[in-house]
């Protein structure tokens, strides 16, 4: 997968695995260090303890403070990451117990980092949701003693000037509220094609490339163009080729900016170019673009902080923001994709050695067929007060019988039923799936992972998980052509539709819609309408008969530019 390489001018490439496409030229920064504790420091006196405290206190609200200031500048889910961060840093529970230490005599660095260890010990103990909060509890330890002692905010710096911002890897409370004026590119050393920071970075709109080896060994400062499309980080380049490189990526991306849509080849194969969405603010957003209408909302990422099963009334007032913002335009509505990388307090997950191939997705439904029932409910009155009637998919469907009962319920709820293909054996069947459903939508990034048998998580596997494999292709060929064969909808709404390139090449296959992240509708509406159908069939036979991801990359430029 990653390689580094060395140009003729002796320049130092390293390679990832491009995200999101673009090209920035400007300095590394990292996220700060983390303090380290001088645990030596002397007991304090009796007189000192109440200044002490109020050092304390004073560190921990400017630490609140600073995390609710970014909260009130994000917007939808990184406003509320943010937010809940800094209700943390203000939680009474610990506070006191640091407060409690620095009373006894024990310097407020040393009584943060004993309260913070007290209170991970507890969480861990407790395990399930509780041992998630571990790791901002240590940022906020963190922070709080960066405060005490005088040094940087740990965490991602704010630059004066445009910079890059390589990491090893970067946490939502690293990545929630960036501003892509200042942070132009991400680049990290761990993370997939579907990683958390693949996913910021496309809603940023800027470029990103993962799973870079090397990466760690640049130092903050360096000059370095990365490259998004191709999956590159040139370190130090020569900087009149660098800002060239910049320029032209520059007027692609023009070009882009003038495709108003709709969804097309240039000899006019209309193809609904769609965007993800996740709450009402991303679809706002996504409204701006020209995007058709919604192709996947992912209502499971509206509850990730819900402790209890929200009501079918709160569920309703949260859907009609997204059909609201499409009024009269297609919506396609996810049923809760709860599990692995994405768990659910409500949901009852049980504990699995094996999340992604265990009770996830559909499979909720099983033991907890309520919370389907009340879902389906609460899009339904949504639907109702919008006068938007959206389409539901059900995720993780492996069957056809599975298929059926969630259309059943769909149906007996006024809606039209349609099903996700993220599962291999799902591909297979589609036609036997198709009998039941009136729409299919394909998840590439698990149909890539469960392919592939690789986890879409790991940096190390990327190489596998990379839509473009020929085996993944295949399968959403054959699904695309159980769709034609009947008349039914087919739509790719994995990240695989965010590529330009590849977009074509699903066209070529008979996909009906291509749904992706807002940021990338245009990039792909403008290739679309540069390309003719006849090429876009041309590419998919092409890509078909190749045998490697590059091979099929390569095999699809020649035919597409
Ligand atoms: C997919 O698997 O391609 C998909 C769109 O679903 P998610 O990324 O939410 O798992
Ligand atoms: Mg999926």
């Known amino acids: 997968m990653s390689a580094s390489s060395v140009t003729d001018a002796g320049t130092r490439v ?26 030596g420091a002397a ?15 004073a560190a921990a609200a400017a630490v609140a403070g600073r995390l609710r200031e970014r909260a009130g500048r994000a917007t939808g889910a990184a406003a509320e990451v943010l937010a809940t961060t800094a209700g943390l840093a203000q939680d009474r529970a610990w506070l006191s117990a640091a407060e409690k230490r620095i009373a006894e005599g024990t310097p407020a660095v040393r009584a943060v980092a004993a309260a913070v260890d007290q209170f991970v010990a507890m969480f861990t103990q407790i395990g399930g949701m509780m041992a998630e909060r571990v790791t901002d509890l240590r940022d906020i330890g963190d922070r709080v003693i960066a405060e005490l002692v005088g040094l940087p905010e740990p965490g991602v710096p704010q630059p004066e000037v445009p910079s890059i911002l390589c990491a090893e890897d970067l946490a939502p409370a690293d990545t929630a509220g960036l501003d892509p004026a200042l942070v132009v590119a991400l680049a990290t050393t761990l993370g997939g094609p579907t990683s958390h920071t693949a996913i910021i970075a496309r809603q940023l709109g800027i470029p990103c490339v993962v799973a870079i080896a090397g990466l760690d060994d640049i130092p903050a400062g360096t000059m370095v163009l990365v490259d998004g499309t191709r999956g590159t980080v040139t370190v130090a380049p020569e900087e009149s080729a660098a800002q060239d490189e910049v320029a032209s990526a520059r007027r692609a991306a023009a070009a882009a900016a003038g495709w108003a849509g709709p969804g097309a080849t240039s000899d006019g194969h209309a193809v609904a170019v769609l965007a993800n969405v996740q709450d009402g603010a991303a679809a706002r957003a996504a409204r701006q673009t020209p995007a058709e209408g919604v192709g996947l909302f992912r209502t499971e990422l509206c509850f990730l902080n819900t402790d209890t099963e929200p009501t079918v009334d709160q569920q309703a007032a949260i859907y009609a923001e997204v059909l609201e913002a499409f009024a009269g335009r297609k919506v396609v509505v996810r049923t809760l994709d709860a599990g692995s990388d994405k768990p659910l307090k409500f949901a009852g997950h049980p504990d699995e050695a094996n999340p992604a191939l265990g009770v996830r997705g559909i499979r909720i439904a099983t033991g907890n067929p309520a919370l389907l029932d009340h879902q389906l409910a609460a899009i339904a009155a949504a639907a109702q007060r919008t006068g938007n009637p959206p389409w539901v998919m059900a995720p993780m469907i ?11 319920k769909a149906r007996s709820h006024g809606l039209t039923p349609g099903v996700m293909i993220e599962v291999p054996a799902a591909a297979l069947l589609a036609d036997r799936i198709l009998e039941h459903v009136d729409f299919l ?8 992972q469960y392919t592939m048998a690789a986890d879409r998580m790991s ?40 590529d330009p390139l590849l977009a074509c090449v699903l066209t070529g296959f008979g996909v009906t819609s291509l749904s992706a992240a807002a940021a990338a509708v245009q990039g792909v509406g403008a290739k679309l309408a540069q390309v003719t159908l006849a090429q876009c069939r041309a590419a998919a036979d092409a890509v078909l008969g190749t045998a490697s991801a590059t091979q099929a990359r390569t095999a699809a430029r020649a035919v597409l530019g």
């Open 14 to 39: 390293l390679t990832g695995v491009p995200v999101v496409p673009g090209v920035a030229y400007a300095p590394v920064i990292r996220p700060g260090l983390k303090p380290e504790i001088d645990l």
């Open 43 to 57: 007991a304090l006196g009796d007189e000192e303890r109440p200044a002490e405290a109020a050092r304390f206190t």
């Open 398 to 408: 492996a069957t056809a019988d599975e298929a059926k009962d969630f259309a059943d």
């Open 441 to 448: 939508s394909i998840g590439t990034n698990d149909l890539a």
């Open 459 to 498: 940096a190390d596997l990327a190489a596998l998980t990379d839509p473009w494999q020929p085996a993944v292709l295949s399968l959403v060929a054959m699904t695309a052509k159980a769709g034609a064969a009947v008349g039914k909808p087919v739509g790719v709404c994995g990240e695989a539709a965010a």
